[in-house]
């Protein structure tokens, strides 16, 4: 029988790695569970366009809080598929989810269709409406061709080794991917590189299956939605460094823009669940679940805390 594994690849066996498991959640339809461990409250893991391992970092960290599992979710059917995993465990609690990109859609769908499942839900810099549209914001959008080269065209990845790959992250995003998850992603040549992109055309169409507008009056269950706090324009400035008057007032219109995207957002949120608690934590970026740790750490126990 063909089995979709959804973005599972062969994983190295490390010292103090999750324990892997493959839960089915339709006919042909299997998903790769991991499990950190801990006590408690059982804290759910939703993974975006990256697999479950890239929360490595903060899962280790989140065992201190509660049992902490990661799914490597699908595209269409991912909310119905949380579901039959939280069967499948058997859990003793109800759990609190968290979700990053395609993983925040889930969270939402899930607090709304089936709240006496789930203790309450947190978004990791993900809440967002896929079916708004850049004139939907109020502002101009920026023209991508006239912003700062470096920002337009960053360099290209070092593919010579993970660690090669993770320092080029963390020059142009901010971040590095824990080695497990470059493991998932690429695939390793005996000398060490980067080969093949090992995701495939049809599993990265598939994520974008199925998005919806939220329905954030429809939650019913404890909101923490945490967003990164986004750099000022004197501080994307300096960091871009613009050479032209055109491409310093794209720049402006980009920052202008973003905080557009992200108000929106917010007033959303909290216009359909006024009680949801809102963090704004400086300094990080996107992939927030990497670049801020500690605090996602420390507002997600007062949050599992307070339940």
Do not use: C
């Not at 549209?133 to 070092?158: H, M, N, Q, W």
């Not at 007033?267 to 740790?293: E, K, T």
């Amino acid at each position: 029988m063909q089995r979709l594994l959804a973005l599972i690849f062969t994983m190295q066996v490390v010292w103090g790695a999750p324990r892997a498991q493959v839960i089915r959640v339709d006919s042909n339809v299997e998903l790769e569970v991991l499990d950190w461990g801990g006590q408690g409250r059982p804290i759910i893991l939703l993974a975006g366009y990256l697999t479950a391992h890239a929360y490595d970092p903060l899962a280790e960290k989140l065992s201190a809080l509660g049992h902490v599992y990661g799914i490597t979710r699908r595209g269409p059917g991912a909310a119905r598929d949380v579901i039959e995993v939280l069967d499948a465990l058997h859990l003793t609690q109800r759990p609190v989810l968290a979700g990053h990109s395609f993983g925040g859609q889930d969270i939402g769908v899930i607090a709304a269709a089936y709240p006496d499942r789930i203790a309450g839900i947190v978004y990791l810099n993900s809440v967002e409406d896929p079916t708004l549209k850049a004139s939907d914001y109020g502002v101009d959008s920026p023209d991508g061709r006239l912003l700062p080269a470096s920002l337009r065209s960053p360099s290209p990845p070092d593919l010579s080794s993970i660690q090669g790959y993770q320092k080029w992250q963390l020059q142009t995003h901010g971040i590095a991917f824990p080695e497990s998850e470059v493991r998932q992603l690429y695939e390793i040549r005996p000398d060490g590189s980067l080969g093949k992109y090992q995701v495939s055309r049809a599993t990265n169409q598939g994520l974008f299956q199925g998005l919806i507008q939220p329905e954030y009056g429809k939650i019913k269950v404890p909101v923490l939605a945490l967003f990164a706090g986004l750099p000022t324009l004197a501080e994307q400035t300096r960091k871009y460094n613009p050479q032209t008057p055109q491409e310093r007032f794209a720049l402006e219109q980009k920052n202008a823009f973003d905080r557009a995207i992200q108000n929106r957002h917010r007033q959303d949120l909290v216009q359909g669940v006024p009680s949801a608690r809102i963090v704004v934590i400086p300094g990080a970026n996107f992939y927030i679940f990497l670049s801020s740790v500690p605090e996602i750490v420390r507002e997600m126990k007062l949050f599992v805390e307070s339940l």
